[in-house]
């Protein structure tokens, strides 16, 4: 019989080795988070996922209710994700570094029927709920589940692997962050193709151990780590965070064979000091994304590790991922590897036709089969029109900008959307001005990328005050640092006169990010980068 859902893959993997391990749980994450260190296996994940499926049932919840949860890297959250799943519910991860505003928007754009948190979190949580219209109980994990409420939202009814599984909320560009609805589909094709990936990247069913810092509430350690270990009866090591001066002694003593990166990891690890066991390691491969080119291949020479480039998004899952995990990758040329024959490319200029051979375009895709959104995200809750407008003409319009020669090998150029990437967040920038213009004394707020050598990007923000100075532009950062992610705040605040409009009042973004890149530049502007740290939960 066909696996139809996530907890359906997890009780087979359970079955055929209930003795391994599915998690594992590093000193220094024990430490940070206050649990237990060591291995979780099959056979015990299993049972504390059916416990939950127990409660959850007993309680009133099934097919269709969303449950919210802000558990940070803990092993907590696949047991919940796996319990929600089991009943036909779905979940709702939530970023920790996400601040009363952002808690309020999402909690009643994603109707969730409970919100489990962290209970550092609850006061917080509490306060976003109450901003809302719905009647939504926060608890903690020792707390008693409540009854499901009567008026309760429940999704639509859909059976087998098209049922919902978790909604993701990933940056608009034109607004509030979108809710991905991600079908039960979306996660077992993620982790079967990681599984069947040859070259470079090739898993056995022999026991592999994956290594993480990445957050669980993205795609990529949520559907791709996760899932690629349960489909090969691997091993999953999620750590609390990316700690650069212990990463390779955890890598080390938690006996990685594959680790998992984003661009600024490679780039602190090759910023410190040469060591004899910088090869000490049982790693075969890393897998990530926007690696620095320049650094590539001395990365691989130090380490002794091939770093694998691919590109996804979160509405794309597997149904059209690129990975460069053959043995020709051109290393440092910021190549994506080629697109397998289930997923079906297209480069396209302003027009929408075809662009030749190492032409640049956005990159358009779709899933060769019969079902074209198979793998993909259902669909974006409540945003119909942004749906529609994503999958124009059959094709699902990435806002990615690519070139592809002659070999079918794709390279990364920039992004067409109106997105801030920085260290592997995406940034939206119209949601950073729009909390930035509830502030009291920003009268127009104007957001706009600047290259950062280590993040690739950093925030910037123009802003019309009545009355500037350092000790305003002070304020206005700190008080953001509790409006939104600490990541999303300014790193650079410059006050100006007006900024450029079109004839409609929208800003004209291109001279926006000519102006950042002269006032950046300016002894006036601000520098804020040093408050931008991730806060406690």
């Known amino acids: 019989m066909t696996t139809r859902t996530v907890y359906a893959r997890m009780a ?25 260190a060591g291995s979780i296996s099959y056979a015990d994940f299993q049972k504390n996922a059916d416990d939950w499926a127990d409660r959850f049932e007993a309680m009133g919840y099934g097919t269709g209710v969303r449950v919210a949860v802000l558990l940070e890297n803990r092993p907590d959250f696949f047991v919940l994700f796996c319990a929600l799943n089991r009943i036909g519910a779905s979940i709702i991860p939530i970023n920790p570094d996400l601040r009363l505003s952002e ?36 608890i903690t994990l020792t707390e008693n589940l409540p009854a499901v409420r009567t008026n309760a939202v429940v999704t639509k009814d859909l059976s087998g692997d098209a049922r919902e599984a978790a909604v993701l909320y990933t940056s608009g560009t034109t607004g509030r962050p979108k809710g991905c609805v991600l079908p039960n589909a ?25 290594i993480t810092p990445l957050p669980v509430f993205h795609m990529n350690a949520m559907a791709y780590s996760y899932m690629a270990m349960l489909s090969v009866g691997g091993c999953l090591i999620v750590l609390d965070r990316f700690h650069p001066r212990s990463w390779w002694e955890n890598v080390t003593a938690s006996s990685a064979t594959c680790l998992h990166y984003l661009g600024v990891m490679p780039s602190v690890l090759m910023k410190l000091p040469s060591r004899v066991t910088d ?37 794309t899952g597997a149904g059209a991922v690129i990975a460069a995990n053959d043995l020709n990758r051109l290393v440092g040329q910021s190549s994506l590897g080629r697109a397998k024959g289930w997923v079906a490319t297209r480069v396209v200029d302003d027009t929408g036709k075809d662009t030749g051979d190492g032409m640049p375009g956005e990159l358009l895709v779709r899933n060769n089969g019969k079902n074209p959104h198979y793998g993909f995200f259902s669909h974006y809750y409540k945003n119909s029109t942004a749906t529609a407008d994503a999958w124009k003409d059959g094709w699902f319009h990435t806002g990615d900008i690519v070139t592809r020669d002659a070999d079918g090998r794709f390279k990364f150029v920039d992004r067409e959307k109106n997105v801030i990437r920085r260290s592997g967040e995406n940034i939206a920038a119209v949601e950073v001005e ?43 950062a700190t008080w953001a640092l509790g409006q939104m992610a600490y990541y999303k705040v300014p790193g650079y605040i410059a006050f100006v006169d007006t900024l450029p409009l079109t004839s409609t009042q929208k800003i004209q973004r291109k001279i926006l990010k000519e102006k950042a890149a002269t006032l ?17 939960a």
């Open 12 to 36: 087979e993997s359970a079955a055929l080795w209930p003795d391994r391990p599915v998690l594992e749980v590093m000193n220094e994450t024990a430490k940070a988070y206050g649990i237990a």
């Open 103 to 138: 808690l309020t928007y999402l909690i009643g754009h994603g109707e969730p029927a409970l919100v489990i948190a962290l209970p550092t979190r609850l006061d917080e949580l509490k306060l976003a709920v109450a901003e809302t219209s719905l009647d939504v109980p926060v």
């Open 186 to 210: 979306y996660f077992l094709l993620a982790g079967r193709w990681y599984a069947d990936l040859d070259g470079l990247a090739n898993l056995s069913m022999e026991g592999e151990r994956m």
């Open 279 to 315: 090869r000490t390691h049982n790693v075969r491969f890393g897998f990530g994304a926007g690696i620095n080119p320049k650094i590539h291949a001395g990365f691989e020479d130090r380490f002794g590790i091939p770093l694998i480039e691919a590109w996804a998004m979160t509405e």
């Open 434 to 476: 729009s909390v930035l213009m509830h502030h009291e004394s920003v009268r127009a707020a104007g957001v706009t990328p600047v290259p950062d050598a280590l993040r690739g990007d950093e925030v910037f923000a123009c802003l019309v005050v009545d009355n500037p100075s350092s000790k305003l532009a002070h304020d206005i």
């Open 520 to 536: 950046i530049l300016d002894p006036q502007t601000i520098c804020l980068t040093s408050l931008k740290k991730r806060q406690v």
